[in-house]
C-alpha cells in the first residue's frame, strides 16, 4: 500500500467496459510458458487476485480444474462473468467481488496464484502472506507484468505511434497535473520492490521468465480512447461532467497526429516471476 493513500472503490470504476479493447495484450506464448514451468495436471486450483475482466485467469482455464478470480469492482466482476460465459467455460470458473485483503474468504487452497499487474494496489505484505497460507505445500505464486525495459520501436510498420505524452498531457489539463486515484491521488506512482515483499512472506526463488511480444499491432482512434478509460488515473467518472469534452479533445488530438486514422505499435514482452512454497509447508 502506497503511503498517504488510501484505496476506495471508486479505483476502477467504469473502466472494466474499456479493458479488452483498450489494453495491449500480454505476449501470445504466456500460457504456454507458463504450462511448461508450472506443469498443472489439469485437475488444481488456480485463483488469481486482482482479476479484472478476467484476462490472465480466462487464458489460464484449460491448465486447471478450476479458476477463480477475485477483484473488489463490481463492473470487473461482472465483465469477467459475461467473457467465461461467452467462451463455454463458466462451470470451470468462479468470480468473487473481493478485496484481496479480505482473502482467504473461505475459498480453500490452491496449486497457483496469479498477480497481473494488480499487486502493487494492495498492502502487500498482508496479502502475499495470506496467499501463501492458500497455496497447497509447493504451490507456486506468479507474477506477471509488461516487460518495462524494452525498446518497442515501430521500424518497419505503416503507421505513426500513438502520441502517449500528448494524451498524458491532455490528462493532465483535465484533472490535474498529480496522478489520480480513486478518491486520492498518487504523486510517486504506485511501489515497485515486489522480490522483496514475497521474499519476506516465505517465498522461494523467484524463477524469471521473459515471454516475447513484439508482434505488430494496428490500432484504431476507438482503440486509443478505451485504452484511456481503461487507466485508473483516467477512469471516466474522474472527469464529472466533462468527459464528452475531453474525449472530444482526445479524439481531435489523435486525428492530427494520424490522418489516416491508425496507429502502430508493437506488443510489449511479458515478464514473469514465478515464486514457490516450501514443498514441506513450512
Given at each position: 500500500?502506497?503511503?498517504?493513500?488510501?484505496?476506495?472503490?471508486?479505483?476502477?470504476?467504469g473502466t472494466a467496459a474499456y479493458y479488452e479493447?483498450?489494453?495491449?495484450?500480454?505476449?501470445?506464448?504466456?500460457?504456454?510458458?507458463?504450462?511448461?514451468?508450472?506443469?498443472?495436471?489439469?485437475?488444481?486450483?488456480?485463483?488469481?487476485?486482482?482479476?479484472?475482466?478476467?484476462?490472465?485467469?480466462?487464458?489460464?482455464?484449460?491448465?486447471?480444474?478450476?479458476?477463480?478470480?477475485?477483484?473488489?469492482?463490481?463492473?470487473?466482476?461482472?465483465?469477467?462473468?459475461?467473457?467465461?460465459?461467452?467462451?463455454?467455460?463458466?462451470?470451470?470458473?468462479?468470480?468473487?467481488?473481493?478485496?484481496?485483503?479480505?482473502?482467504?474468504?473461505?475459498?480453500?487452497?490452491?496449486?497457483?496464484?496469479?498477480?497481473?499487474?494488480?499487486?502493487?494496489?494492495?498492502?502487500?505484505?498482508?496479502?502475499?502472506?495470506?496467499?501463501?497460507?492458500?497455496?497447497?505445500?509447493?504451490?507456486?505464486?506468479?507474477?506477471?507484468?509488461?516487460?518495462?525495459?524494452?525498446?518497442?520501436?515501430?521500424?518497419?510498420?505503416?503507421?505513426?505511434?500513438?502520441?502517449?505524452?500528448?494524451?498524458?498531457?491532455?490528462?493532465?489539463?483535465?484533472?490535474?497535473?498529480?496522478?489520480?486515484?480513486?478518491?486520492?491521488?498518487?504523486?510517486?506512482?504506485?511501489?515497485?520492490?515486489?522480490?522483496?515483499?514475497?521474499?519476506?512472506?516465505?517465498?522461494?526463488?523467484?524463477?524469471?521468465?521473459?515471454?516475447?511480444?513484439?508482434?505488430?499491432?494496428?490500432?484504431?482512434?476507438?482503440?486509443?480512447?478505451?485504452?484511456?478509460?481503461?487507466?485508473?488515473?483516467?477512469?471516466?467518472h474522474l472527469f464529472d461532467g466533462r468527459r464528452?469534452?475531453?474525449?472530444?479533445?482526445?479524439?481531435?488530438?489523435?486525428?492530427?497526429?494520424?490522418?489516416?486514422?491508425?496507429?502502430?505499435?508493437?506488443?510489449?514482452?511479458?515478464?514473469?516471476?514465478v515464486w514457490r512454497k516450501d514443498p514441506s509447508?513450512?
Amino acid at each position: 500500500m502506497v503511503a498517504g493513500w488510501e484505496w476506495d472503490g471508486t479505483l476502477f470504476s467504469g473502466t472494466a467496459a474499456y479493458y479488452e479493447r483498450g489494453r495491449l495484450p500480454y505476449a501470445p506464448g504466456l500460457a504456454d510458458a507458463l504450462a511448461e514451468v508450472l506443469r498443472p495436471d489439469g485437475k488444481g486450483r488456480l485463483i488469481d487476485v486482482g482479476c479484472g475482466p478476467g484476462t490472465i485467469a480466462l487464458s489460464l482455464t484449460h491448465l486447471f480444474g478450476e479458476v477463480v478470480g477475485v477483484d473488489p469492482d463490481r463492473g470487473m466482476i461482472a465483465e469477467a462473468g459475461r467473457r467465461a460465459a461467452d467462451r463455454g467455460v463458466g462451470e470451470r470458473t468462479r468470480w468473487v467481488r473481493a478485496r484481496a485483503e479480505d482473502l482467504p474468504a473461505g475459498l480453500g487452497t490452491f496449486a497457483v496464484a496469479s498477480f497481473g499487474q494488480s499487486f502493487h494496489w494492495m498492502d502487500r505484505d498482508l496479502v502475499a502472506a495470506t496467499v501463501r497460507d492458500m497455496l497447497q505445500p509447493g504451490g507456486a505464486l506468479v507474477h506477471i507484468s509488461d516487460l518495462k525495459t524494452e525498446d518497442r520501436t515501430l521500424g518497419g510498420l505503416p503507421y505513426p505511434a500513438v502520441p502517449r505524452e500528448a494524451v498524458d498531457d491532455l490528462v493532465k489539463r483535465y484533472l490535474g497535473p498529480v496522478r489520480r486515484a480513486g478518491r486520492g491521488v498518487l504523486p510517486q506512482g504506485t511501489p515497485g520492490g515486489e522480490a522483496e515483499v514475497f521474499a519476506r512472506a516465505g517465498f522461494s526463488g523467484p524463477r524469471r521468465l521473459v515471454v516475447p511480444g513484439g508482434q505488430a499491432l494496428e490500432r484504431t482512434f476507438d482503440d486509443v480512447v478505451a485504452w484511456v478509460f481503461s487507466m485508473s488515473f483516467s477512469a471516466p467518472h474522474l472527469f464529472d461532467g466533462r468527459r464528452d469534452d475531453f474525449e472530444g479533445d482526445l479524439r481531435r488530438l489523435l486525428r492530427e497526429a494520424s490522418p489516416a486514422g491508425r496507429f502502430s505499435e508493437r506488443g510489449p514482452s511479458t515478464e514473469v516471476f514465478v515464486w514457490r512454497k516450501d514443498p514441506s509447508g513450512h
